[in-house]
């Protein structure tokens, strides 16, 4: 009892601090990534006693800086809702890690324990629910701001936010079709499997289009550029206009929180969550857990190394992806938002209703 | 008559159309980029020969040279005894567009000169530089020479900038010096025109 109680205190405290710090340090990446890739050298000033540490001395005094910032509630401004928008953005992001194995289910003290806070059969459609709870966040912001600009920032937002929603449900279709199950930890497991022999059995692989469609509507549900409409602030006045300080930065770091959770979700759903290809671990293969190449070759390993490599896989993937996420940000200049809005209902909307269509009729097709 | 010039469309080619080809060939050239520098900057750090990463100029630390023609800020010329250049024509400030220089004419204690500006103050905050007031003076005593382009201030007064302050802007310029008769370092050519234009007939 109580040690299930620990447990479960252990999963929340590893996926809430490794959100956190993986939010945290994205704020330094994309400092660096953008300067690196644009010739320039990037934050190199705040220091400590000389000491720059590359720049990451930066995000603590932005950090420092944000905390100690003037909070301002604009005085007409609903005290309540006006306080309640940066939870309800950041909220809904730490919870959809919860149905996400982040590794195999590991032997510790006498019993089974999954790498995974909910093992919920209904998972995706979890995902979905509290991705579109994010919407509360922009769209109170820009109504308890009480300023008109904020509340048309926070209702373009929304309108963003709910088209792209679409797309997000209509993309998890594809990879569910095939592999026949809503449950994350499932879905991963069956990414495992070896096509013809060799190839294997990703959601990219399968899905192709679905991924193509999920990574753009993703990023347009962290409301990044190139779909950054909601807040481009010195342009045109988004949602979060009459924030400062930690409320401001707790839409920030629920938007980076949100790279770093989309990153997992599209590593669980077509990046073959923690899976290595051509790695097997003793539940899948009789002879032992190890690598057993196509060509013949086997490399056997420890119970242990197979777990911590899985791991390590999830980490590199997600890192990946956060990368990927980064540099499309910095590469791709800002749509309109008549451009945005036909991009998502009039060409993605009719591809992906026509990849569920086609993944249908090969599956019934293949049966 | 109202003639228009009809805006051009510029015609895509199907792959352009279809968007995910060019956002590929974007996204080359800036991994492309990243991982040149990445590799550069790592390589450097570690000791390694590599070519020196592209940066832009490193602001504070390294400068741009700035053309003896630039527009910075004002200052106002001396004469050989310190008493400024200006005799308070009040041309300047008929010229400035922004109406931004303020002066008050007194009568000069020299003999020789009629008036002298008791006050001279231009509001930085409205100048635009468009240089119309050096243009505009007969006596050459306001130049914007300077070559200092970095004048940000805490409050505004700060840049409502007053008689003494132009007076001592760069005090070793200061008395009457000529425009650097060099551009990029090689000596500027004088073009005599006519004979110019006498030659390509
Ligand atoms: S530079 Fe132009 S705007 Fe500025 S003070 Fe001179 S005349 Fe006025
Ligand atoms: S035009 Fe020259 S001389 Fe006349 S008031 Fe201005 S600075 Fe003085």
């Not at chain 1, 509630?73 to 982040?102: D, E, I, Q």
């Not at chain 1, 950054?228 to 629920?254: K, N, Q, V």
């Not at chain 2, 005593?141 to 382009?149: H, L, Y």
């Amino acid at each position: 009892m109580l040690l299930d109680f620990g447990i479960i205190v252990g999963k929340i405290a590893i996926i809430f601090l490794g959100i956190l710090n993986g939010a945290g340090i994205l704020t330094w990446v994309e400092r660096k990534q953008s300067a690196l890739m644009s010739d320039r050298i990037g934050a190199n000033r705040a220091s400590i006693l000389g000491i720059k540490l590359l720049g990451l001395i930066n995000s603590l005094a932005d950090a420092i800086k944000l905390i100690f910032k003037e909070d301002f509630l604009p005085p007409k401004g609903l005290r309540f809702l006006h306080a309640l928008a940066p939870c309800f953005a950041m909220f809904p992001v730490f919870v959809t890690f919860a149905v996400l194995p982040f590794g195999p289910p590991i032997e510790l003290f006498g019993r089974e324990i999954k790498l995974q806070l909910l093992n919920m059969d209904i998972g995706f459609l979890y995902i979905l629910a509290f991705g579109s709870m994010a919407v509360y966040g922009t769209m109170l912001a820009g109504w308890a701001s009480n300023n008109k600009f904020s509340l048309i920032g926070g209702m373009r937002a929304s309108a963003q936010m709910i088209s792209y929603e679409i797309i997000l449900g209509l993309a998890i279709i594809g990879p569910v079709l095939v592999f026949g199950t809503l449950e994350p930890g499932a879905l991963v497991t069956a990414q495992n499997q070896l096509l013809w022999g060799w190839l294997p059995k990703w959601g990219i692989i399968v899905q192709p289009i679905a991924f193509l469609l999920f990574l753009p509507a993703s990023m347009a549900e962290t409301k990044r550029a190139p779909f950054d409409l909601p807040e481009g602030e010195s342009e045109i006045i988004g949602f979060a206009t009459e924030y400062s300080g930690m409320r401001w930065g707790m839409f920030f770091l629920g938007e980076f929180a949100e790279i770093v959770v989309l990153g997992a979700v599209l590593t669980t759903l077509f990046l073959g969550g923690y899976h290595i290809p051509y790695l097997f671990d003793a539940a899948e293969m009789a002879s032992g857990p190890g690598f057993y190449f196509p060509w013949g070759a086997t490399i056997p390993l420890g119970t242990w190394s197979v777990v911590s490599l899985r791991v390590a896989a999830f980490m590199t993937k997600v890192a990946f992806l956060m990368w990927l996420q980064m540099q499309i940000r910095w590469t791709f200049p800002r749509f309109r938002y008549d451009q945005l809005m036909r991009v998502s209902w009039r060409e993605m909307m009719p591809i992906a209703l026509l990849n569920i269509g086609v993944t249908g009729l090969i599956i019934m097709w293949l049966n | 008559m109202i003639t228009v010039q009809p805006v051009r469309q510029i015609k895509l080619t199907l792959a352009q159309k279809t968007y995910y080809p060019e956002l590929w060939k974007g996204l080359m050239v800036t991994c492309d980029h990243f991982f040149t520098n990445l590799f550069r900057h790592i390589g450097r750090s570690v000791g390694m020969k590599t070519k020196p990463p592209m940066v832009t100029i490193q602001y504070p630390e390294e400068q741009r040279w700035i053309s003896p023609r630039w527009r910075g800020l004002h200052r106002l010329m001396l004469r050989p005894d310190g008493a400024p250049r200006c005799v308070a024509c009040m041309m300047c400030e008929t010229a400035c567009p922004d109406k931004c220089i303020y002066i008050t004419a007194g009568e000069s204690p020299d003999g020789r000169i009629e008036k002298y500006p008791v006050a001279f103050e231009i509001d930085l905050l409205r100048c635009c530089f468009c240089g119309l007031c050096v243009e505009a003076c007969p006596e050459d005593a306001i130049r914007m020479d300077t070559g200092i382009v970095e004048f940000g201030a805490f409050r505004r007064d700060e840049l409502y900038l007053d008689r003494e302050f132009l007076m001592n802007v760069k005090p070793e310029l200061t008395t009457h010096t000529q425009y650097v008769g060099e551009l990029d370092g090689r000596p500027l050519q004088r073009v005599d025109l006519v004979k110019l234009a006498q030659q390509s007939h």
